[in-house]
């Protein structure tokens, strides 16, 4: 069984910075793919951030150079670097993961539980 526990969130001043954790735990050999969503009041979820199997980050345009996505292999943590913060930011951010979960192929895949960020002064 595996979980992915989110962490980070809060209350920041516009252009301050947070950092959002997701611990994946449990029977995991490694993160695959990991995938940073938001969702805004009344708004529908949208793709932030993701890594796919090794590849490059890709960001969504009204992130770009302001977020930072990256995965520790050692920790089996993925991580969301959020500087520049700005009241549209705020947001529940979900982690979304890939997991490998033996050495044969075999994966599991899920989302974690949200963390709240909002942007006020």
């Known amino acids: 069984q595996v979980q992915l526990a989110e962490s980070g969130g809060g209350l920041v001043q516009p252009g301050g910075s947070l950092a959002l954790s997701c611990a994946a735990s449990?029977?995991?050999?490694?993160?695959?793919?990991v995938d940073w969503y938001r969702q805004a009041p009344d708004k529908q979820r949208e793709l932030v951030a993701a890594?796919?199997?090794?590849?490059?980050?890709q960001y969504a345009d009204s992130v770009k150079g302001r977020f930072t996505i990256s995965i520790d292999d050692a920790k089996n943590t993925a991580y969301l670097q959020m500087h520049s913060l700005k009241p549209e930011d705020t947001a529940v951010y979900y982690c979304?993961?890939?997991?490998?979960?033996?050495?044969?192929?075999?994966?599991?895949?899920?989302w974690g539980q949200g963390t709240q960020v909002t942007v006020s002064s």
């Open positions: 979304n993961a890939v997991v490998n979960i033996d050495r044969i192929g075999s994966t599991w895949a899920g």
């Open positions: 449990g029977s995991v050999i490694s993160i695959r793919d």
């Open positions: 890594i796919v199997n090794g590849g490059s980050a």
